[in-house]
């Protein structure tokens, strides 16, 4: 079966410091890999998201940046933190596209969460 | 552009009282719809989902019907306890690769 680690789970780290939060599956190839932002008592910010290796699409212009230097590892980073980057950041993964059936659109499935405090 | 509205939370009730949290959508096509529920502290979960009209998800006592007429796929549940305590979002397809989540609702429920 398939699983996310997501690590490190807690995260304390001053304004201006770097970032690197990482996010590894297995039991599945090719996955579709995807980084969420939650804020809290919000809704769910789709931040960045990769078909493959080396391929990711960026959703909102900010402060972060992703990668994806293996098939089954996403990266999520920043070169200097601020106060606003504050948040329950979440992986997922799909099933990538050339495996889905139907056309009805596959569920995502999450890791248990990072909660970053900036300080 | 494809869109999933949930009701405004939160929502606070008594064990065992009946549960019913709205979400309606706007889709092109008939897309598969999910339940998500976010416990304390923790990432989402696949509570449930429904690939065409008029199926029935169902998980852990919850149930939602795809409603193709009403655009609408409301979650439900008869006798809520105190663990069901969470946030709960709908959500459905964008394309291949993502999801459009609602905005999520705040279920509480006292003993």
């Known amino acids: 079966s398939q699983t996310i680690h997501q690590w490190p789970a807690t995260l304390v780290q001053p304004v201006g410091s770097p970032l690197s939060l990482e996010c590894t599956v297995e039991?599945?190839?090719?996955?579709?890999l995807y980084w969420y932002r939650q804020a809290a008592g919000r809704g769910l910010q789709l931040l960045f998201y990769s078909v493959g290796i080396g391929q990711i699409s960026s959703e909102v212009p900010q402060n972060l940046s992703a990668s994806r230097p293996q098939d089954r590892q996403f990266i999520l980073s920043s070169k200097k933190l601020l106060l606003s980057d504050s948040g329950f950041y979440l992986c997922?993964?799909?099933?990538?596209?050339?495996?889905?059936?139907?056309?009805?659109?596959?569920?995502?499935?999450f890791g248990d969460g990072t909660r970053l405090s900036i300080l | 552009g494809d869109s999933v509205t949930q009701m405004e939370g939160p929502v606070t009730l008594s064990e065992e009282a009946f549960l019913t949290i709205n979400c309606t959508y706007t889709a092109t096509g008939y897309p598969s719809l999910f339940w998500y529920v976010q416990y304390p502290g923790e990432g989402l979960q696949l509570l449930l989902k429904a690939t065409k009209a008029d199926d029935k998800g169902s998980n852990k006592g919850f149930e939602a019907t795809y409603r193709k007429e009403t655009t609408s796929f409301h979650l439900e549940k008869g006798s809520v306890q105190v663990s069901d305590s969470a946030v709960y979002f709908c959500?459905?397809?964008?394309?291949?690769?993502?999801?459009?989540f609602g905005q999520g609702t705040r279920l509480t429920i006292n003993p």
């Open positions: 039991g599945t190839s090719n996955p579709n």
């Open positions: 997922a993964w799909s099933v990538p596209d050339h495996l889905q059936t139907g056309d009805g659109g596959q569920p995502q499935h």
């Open positions: 959500a459905l397809p964008q394309g291949a690769q993502k999801l459009v």
